[in-house]
C-alpha cells in the first residue's frame, strides 16, 4: 500500500462517526460542538441518511450564518461556523442521478433529493403492487437493498432506529420533503392518503387511473391536499362522467369561488362519453371557477367534436386567466362552426355571452382532422382572443383555402398591434400556390411573425421550408 492510500486520522475518524450516526443519536450532541470547519468536512462525505440526521439536529445552514453569530456573541461565544450543507445534498443529488442534477438547478438540494428517492420508492413499490400475486399493503412492502444502500442503510440497525425497510418508513421520515409526485393506478389505494399525510403535494402526475378503486383513493389524496396542489395530469387513464365529477370535487373551491388549480391535463386518455351532449357538471364547475387556471391540456383522447365545442363554450364564458389551451391530436372536425350563428347579412356571431379569451397565448389545435371550414370558423373565434401569440394548426388537412380564411385574421392582428408571432401549418396540405400568397401578405405585415413553419407541405423543389 503506497504512502497516498494511507488514511489520515481525520479520515478515520470520519468513517466511525459516518456509522455511528446512521446507527444512531448518539453522536449528534457532541457533534453540535465541533468547529465549522469540521462539520463541513464531515458533511461532505455523510451519506444521505447520515447527512438527514445531522442536519435535523442542527436545523441552520450558510443562510444563517448571520443570525447564529448573533447569538453566539450573546452568549460570549465568539467563534463562527459555516454548516454549508447545501453543497453537500447537491453533491449526493448529482453523483446518484447525474442527467437530473444537470438539468435542474433547484432552490433547496436536500428536498429535491428525498422527494426523487421516495418517487424511486413508490415506482419500485408498484412493480411489485401490480403483480397478480400481490394481496397486502402498500406500506408494507419492502425496498430493494440496492435503493437502501445509496442512502447509507446498510445491514442491521438498532432497535431505537427507524426500520427504512418498509415503504412505510420512507414516506413517514421523507414525505414531508415531496411536492411533485408521478403515481400509478396501483398506489391510488385508500390507504395512499395516509401514506402520504405529510406531504404537501404540488403537482400530481397520476397513471392508469381506471377503477372506482383507484378514483377513491385519489380523490382522498386530492382532497388532503387540495390547499396546496396547482398542477394535476392524468396519462393513460380510462375516465368516466362520475370519475370526473368525482375528481374536481376533491379539489373544492375557496372563499372566492374557485379553485388553486394552475395546470390541468388530460393526455393520451379515453373519456367513456368522448362525444357528449353536456360536459359533466363537475367538469363545468372547475372550468368555470379557475380564476387561478394557467394551462388547459386535452390531448390525444379520441374526444369528438361536441366534447371540444361544450369545453370551448364553457371557457369562453369563464371569467379564467387561462394562458394555453392544447386540443391537439383529437377527432373534432366541425366544432368551431358549431358555436357560431351564421347571419345572412353579416359575419358569424357566437352563441352564449361571449366573454373572450383575455389572456389566452397559446392556442394548439395540431392534428384535429381541421378542414378549410373549421379555418373559416376559427377566424371568427380568434377574434375573441386578443392577446394570442403562439397558434398550431399542424396536421390538419385545411388546405390553401383554410389559409386565406385566416390571413384577414393576421392583417388585422398586425394593425392592431397583436401579440402575435408564431404560427405552425406543418402537414395542412398546402401548395405553393398557398404559401406564396402567405408569405407575400406576412412580408407587407406592421408586425412581422418571429416564426413561421409550413414542414412537410407538398410545395415544390423550391418551397421547401421549416
Known amino acids: 500500500m503506497g504512502e497516498s492510500e494511507i488514511p489520515s486520522l481525520v479520515s478515520l475518524c470520519i468513517e466511525a462517526v459516518k456509522n455511528e450516526l446512521v446507527r444512531g443519536d448518539d453522536l449528534l450532541p457532541i457533534i453540535k460542538e465541533l468547529p465549522g470547519n469540521l462539520v463541513d468536512i464531515l458533511a461532505s462525505r455523510l451519506p444521505p441518511l447520515a447527512l438527514e440526521k445531522l442536519q435535523t439536529a442542527v436545523p441552520f445552514d450558510d443562510r444563517d450564518d448571520h443570525d447564529f453569530a448573533d447569538e453566539g456573541l450573546r452568549n460570549g461565544r465568539k467563534r463562527g461556523r459555516s454548516w454549508n450543507f447545501s453543497t453537500a445534498w447537491k453533491n449526493l443529488v448529482k453523483s446518484r442521478w447525474p442527467n437530473l442534477g444537470n438539468q435542474i438547478e433547484p432552490i433547496d438540494w436536500q428536498q429535491m433529493y428525498w422527494e426523487t428517492h421516495l418517487q424511486n420508492c413508490l415506482d419500485e413499490v408498484a412493480e411489485i403492487a401490480s403483480l397478480p400475486s400481490f394481496d397486502g399493503r402498500l406500506g408494507e412492502i419492502g425496498i430493494s437493498d440496492s435503493i437502501l444502500k445509496l442512502i447509507g442503510f446498510e445491514g442491521c440497525m438498532d432497535t431505537s432506529t427507524c426500520d427504512y425497510s418498509k415503504l412505510y418508513h420512507h414516506c413517514q421520515q421523507f414525505g414531508y420533503y415531496a411536492r411533485c409526485l408521478r403515481l400509478q393506478n396501483v398506489l391510488c389505494s385508500a390507504e395512499i392518503s395516509h401514506l402520504l399525510r405529510n406531504s404537501l ?31 394535476l395530469e392524468f396519462i393513460h387513464c380510462k375516465l368516466s362522467s362520475d370519475s370526473i365529477n368525482a375528481i374536481c370535487s376533491s379539489l373544492p373551491t375557496k372563499n372566492v369561488q374557485t379553485h388553486g388549480i394552475k395546470n390541468f391535463s388530460i393526455n393520451t386518455s379515453n373519456f367513456l362519453e368522448t362525444n357528449p351532449v353536456s360536459l359533466p357538471l363537475g367538469l363545468v364547475s372547475f372550468l368555470s371557477s379557475g380564476r387561478s387556471l394557467y394551462s388547459l391540456k386535452l390531448s390525444d383522447n379520441h374526444l369528438g367534436r361536441n366534447f371540444a365545442k361544450l369545453v370551448f363554450g364553457t371557457l369562453l364564458n369563464a371569467s379564467s386567466s387561462l394562458s394555453i389551451l392544447d386540443l391537439s391530436d383529437n377527432n373534432i372536425s366541425g366544432w368551431l362552426s358549431e358555436l357560431y350563428w351564421r347571419s345572412p347579412s353579416g359575419p358569424p356571431t357566437p352563441l352564449g355571452i361571449g366573454k373572450s379569451f383575455q389572456s389566452l397565448r397559446v392556442l394548439n389545435l395540431r392534428g384535429n382532422n381541421l378542414n378549410k371550414d373549421d379555418a373559416d370558423g376559427l377566424r371568427y373565434a380568434l377574434v375573441h382572443i386578443p392577446n394570442l401569440e403562439v397558434l398550431d394548426m399542424s396536421d390538419n388537412p385545411i388546405e390553401d383555402a383554410g ?4 390571413i384577414p385574421y393576421f392583417v388585422e392582428a398586425s394593425e392592431k398591434c397583436f401579440p402575435f408571432a408564431d404560427l405552425m401549418l406543418e402537414n395542412c396540405e398546402l401548395s405553393c400556390h398557398g404559401v406564396t400568397y402567405l408569405i407575400d401578405t406576412l412580408s407587407t405585415l406592421q408586425r412581422p411573425l418571429k416564426s413561421l413553419s409550413v414542414a412537410d407541405n407538398d410545395l415544390g423543389r423550391n418551397y421547401k421550408m421549416a
Open 403 to 406: 389559409i386565406r380564411s385566416l
Open 201 to 231: 403535494l404540488q403537482s400530481l402526475e397520476l397513471r392508469w387511473i381506471r377503477s372506482k378503486e383507484h378514483i377513491d383513493g385519489l380523490c382522498k389524496l386530492l382532497n388532503q391536499n387540495s390547499e396546496s396542489l396547482t398542477s
